[in-house]
């Protein structure tokens, strides 16, 4: 199984409403990883911010899955504003995960705009994109519902039309795939 990953990003140290609190880190790589497995996957490809992006391309490293990352844009720009921006040192795990893909071949840069929330759409479309071509690849003429899902690490709420996991999960569904979620707070 092919797995597209979208999620949260850790919260902010101020932020007003929980999405994913530093505190349920360990929490969620255990359920990441349950889903991973449970999906037999065989590849991931995701962006790689702070939380649900790098807790995921980690568990996959440890699980020896083929990984991508895709990137909006530079990757000192997107370390600045997308991983150390928030609390739990994120840095070293960002260089060390986006080195080792650059030199497999796994990493794509985006040349987007880093100034335009554009560039983020369009991280997720290409993300989705190479899902489907790597699941073809593998499973030519096969129904791709087979092959591919979209995985969302979220709280499950849509913060709106600006929120990208919602959205990536939405044109998952839209183009057939299955998505599966792992919240990343306590069910109510």
Known sequence: MIVA????????????????????????????????????????????????DLLAQDVARTLGLRRHIVLPFSRERFRATS????????????????????????????SSDPGEEAAYKHANQEILAQTLRLAQAQAPGEFLAGQAVALLVWDGVSRGPEDLTAALGASARAQGLRVVEVLTLRPR
């Open 83 to 110: 991983v150390v921006d928030r609390p739990g040192r994120w840095g070293h795990l960002f260089d060390t995960i986006c080195d080792q893909m650059a030199r497999e071949g796994g990493l794509t840069v985006l």
């Open 5 to 52: 990953l979208a999620g949260r990003r850790i919260d902010a140290e101020d932020a007003a409403v929980p999405r994913f609190p530093l505190e349920r880190r360990s929490y969620v790589r255990k359920r990441i990883r349950t889903q991973l497995e449970l999906l037999e996957a065989s590849a991931l490809i995701s962006s790689a911010a702070c939380g649900a």
